[in-house]
């Protein structure tokens, strides 16, 4: 059971980066998969969620209305998009996975990729 986060990058504030999180091993359409951040010196964060099954979806307040995340089945992929990126976006992304309803506490989550690292220059 894998997960690879990727598509991070340095882009300029108002720019856009679309992050991307392999699953394998397991199906994605049966775990909920959650995105979370950690900027330097400050503690993790959950930013998005799409839920296993129906497929609903949170966002933090932070990112409501730029960030949109999405679940591809036949690739067994969750993807990130995020769009009008701020400075204080800045952080490294975490992909996770959980057999649990929406939620952002990490301990709900069983399985985490490695992180992809999102710069935005101000």
């Known amino acids: 059971v894998q997960l690879q986060a990727s598509g991070g990058g340095f882009v300029q504030a108002g720019g856009s980066l679309r992050l991307s999180c392999q699953l394998s091993?397991?199906?994605?359409?049966?775990?909920?998969i959650g995105w979370f951040r950690q900027a330097p010196g400050k503690e993790r964060e959950g930013v998005s969620c799409?839920?296993?099954?129906?497929?609903?979806?949170y966002y933090t307040d932070s990112v409501k209305g730029r960030f949109t995340i999405s679940r591809d089945s036949a690739k067994n992929t969750v993807y990130l998009q995020m769009n009008s990126l701020k400075a204080e976006d800045t952080a490294v992304y975490y992909c996770?996975?959980?057999?649990?309803?929406?939620?952002?506490?990490?301990?709900?989550?069983?399985?985490w990729g490695q992180g992809t690292l999102v710069t935005v220059s101000s």
């Open positions: 799409i839920e296993r099954g129906i497929g609903q979806t």
């Open positions: 996770a996975a959980g057999v649990t309803e929406t939620t952002m506490k990490e301990e709900r989550y069983d399985f």
């Open positions: 091993g397991f199906v994605v359409h049966f775990y909920t």
